[in-house]
């Protein structure tokens, strides 16, 4: 009986100790892929500004601390204000006062319907970018028509707006994601860049090495030169993976920053209804992709504001 027991009580501990391993962050975080190394990542980046901006600063911004800052954010800066002081510009553009900025960001947003997630994003991306003295401006883009969502649509109207403001780095943005590490410089690299790589929902694992959604960062050049996304994706899934072969057919390798510079928080919501077409448009990605895209491109635009944190582009797919 005792024996018995003490059998249990071992297979228990074993159990338990193999969960644990299993289970833990670092654990995963170690399975990785190919990254750029923290001291290369500055000498990878494109150097570049909006073209109509300047700044009045004498001293260039350094970025050496922004990549070694080992800060983690925590998540509850959604529910919070901004930083006092913080002085952001009508339409949620800002650039540092007392340095240069190197690099000109457009953050792109696809939206329908989530007012809570949008709020507490923006609160919560303002506050990231404090510590990251770049110079940005923050696009959300709105479907107003009952049509199923397209993602890939909504980020080519976003990033003709960012590019006809004279931005030279993208950076697609879904509104459920939260970068956790300012170490995460949202500038362009030379390549364009998979940035959501290392996500809580996938307990910080990359799922499969093509993965190009969630958070991307594309310059300009680039984005034209794949004629940007496909509009044919409606509904979810897909319209990443379509992305990705079109840098494929162009030569184009992907980068990442490494794991834990690239974590990032979901928020969770009730999973999307999966279409069935998205594999079929799919398989001709190839096909389409010099016909379909930005060179394609027609939409209403319903309206545009400039709100105190963003501009909001309303349209009618
Ligand atoms: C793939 C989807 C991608 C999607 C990825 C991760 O299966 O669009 O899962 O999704 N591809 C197809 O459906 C063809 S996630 O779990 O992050 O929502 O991005």
Sequence with gaps: MRQANKKKILYCGIVVITLIILLHPDMNARRTYEYIEKENILNNLLEEIAENFSSTALIDCDYEDVIHDETTLSISLVDGDLIEGHKIREGGEYAPSDCKPKYSTAIIVPYRDRAEQLRGFLVYMHTFFHR???????????????????????????????????????????????????????????????????????????????????????????????????????GWGGEDDDLYSRLEAHNLKLCRFEPDTSRYHMFTHRPERKTEPRHKVLSFSKDRMSSDGLNSLKYTEVATVLHPLFTHIMVDL
């Design 132 to 234: 990251q003295h770049i110079h940005y401006r923050i696009f959300v883009i709105e479907q107003v028509d009952s049509r199923p969502f397209n993602r890939a649509k909504l980020l080519n109207i976003g990033a003709v707006a960012a590019m006809k403001a004279g931005y030279p780095c993208l950076v697609l943005h879904d509104v459920d994601l939260l970068p956790l590490k300012p170490a995460n410089l949202y500038a362009c690299t030379e390549r364009p860049r998979h940035m959501s790589s290392s996500i809580n929902k996938f307990r910080f694992v990359l799922p499969y090495l093509n993965l190009f959604g969630g958070a991307i960062a594309i310059g300009s050049r680039q984005y034209k030169e794949i004629n940007g996304m496909s509009n044919d994706y409606y």
